[in-house]
């Protein structure tokens, strides 16, 4: 049973224009969500991060809404830029010691020039 | 200056024969993680490690031992690999507490023919 779900494996957006990740996750007692991001043959490096008790968090271009009634949340990138080229993880966690990550299956975005 | 490193990056290796992979972090973290990708590409928690203690342990074979000899230092011991041991094998750390961002190795890509 996947508790964190991205439904798009991929997604293509033209340089420049927003990129909107979405991720949806069915776990109520989650209550920090992360997004990573990974290039090939590297590991996942961290992006950004929202708690439960926030809608919204911005850094630069990106953005992260959640969506508590929803369960949804989504990463906004603009402008989009060639480098952004890579694949997203959407991760969630219910906190308490063991900061346990639920990894959804990535989405893979390609920002054409 | 590699804040969290793998070795072997690849390992190619003949079903039935044990292998180990290392892990180290020299950010000063609490607590280890190791975390597999599979062929699907979904990223699944296997073990955690805090201050050298275990402290998650998903259902995993018992093929598959961690042994952390100091909190910088989590290694994963595989017996008697499997051809569905094959997959992308990533180490994580993160300072102890919850919603901690944590902080990806490069990846051990273990291929067993």
């Known amino acids: 049973d996947q508790q964190v779900k991205q439904n798009s494996p991929s997604l293509s957006v033209q340089e420049g224009r927003i990129s909107i990740l979405n991720c949806d996750y069915t776990n109520s007692m989650f209550d920090y969500f992360l997004w990573y991001k990974k290039y090939p043959a590297e590991g996942p490096t961290f992006l950004i991060s929202i708690s439960s008790i926030k809608d919204k968090n911005e850094d630069g271009r990106f953005t992260v809404f959640l969506n508590k009634s929803a369960k949804h949340l989504s990463l906004h990138i603009v402008p989009s830029q060639p480098g952004d080229s890579a694949v997203y993880f959407c991760?969630?966690?219910?906190?308490?010691?063991?900061?346990?990550?639920?990894f959804g299956t990535g989405t893979l975005l390609a920002v054409q020039p | 200056d590699t804040a969290v490193s793998q070795t072997p990056k690849y390992l190619v290796t003949q079903m039935g024969n044990d292998k180990s992979i290392k892990c180290e972090q020299n950010l000063g973290h609490d607590t280890m993680y190791w975390y597999k990708q599979d062929s699907k590409k979904f990223l699944k928690i296997m073990f955690s490690y805090n201050n050298k203690e275990l402290i998650i342990n998903e259902t995993v074979p018992n093929r598959f031992s961690p042994k952390s000899p100091d909190k910088a230092h989590l290694n994963l011991h595989i017996n008697s690999l499997e051809l569905g041991d094959s997959a992308v094998y990533f180490c994580?750390?993160?300072?102890?507490?919850?919603?901690?961002?944590?902080?990806f190795g490069p990846g051990t890509r273990l291929l067993v023919l």
């Open positions: 994580a750390s993160n300072l102890a507490g919850a919603a901690e961002t944590q902080y």
């Open positions: 991760a969630a966690s219910s906190g308490g010691a063991t900061n346990k990550l639920i």
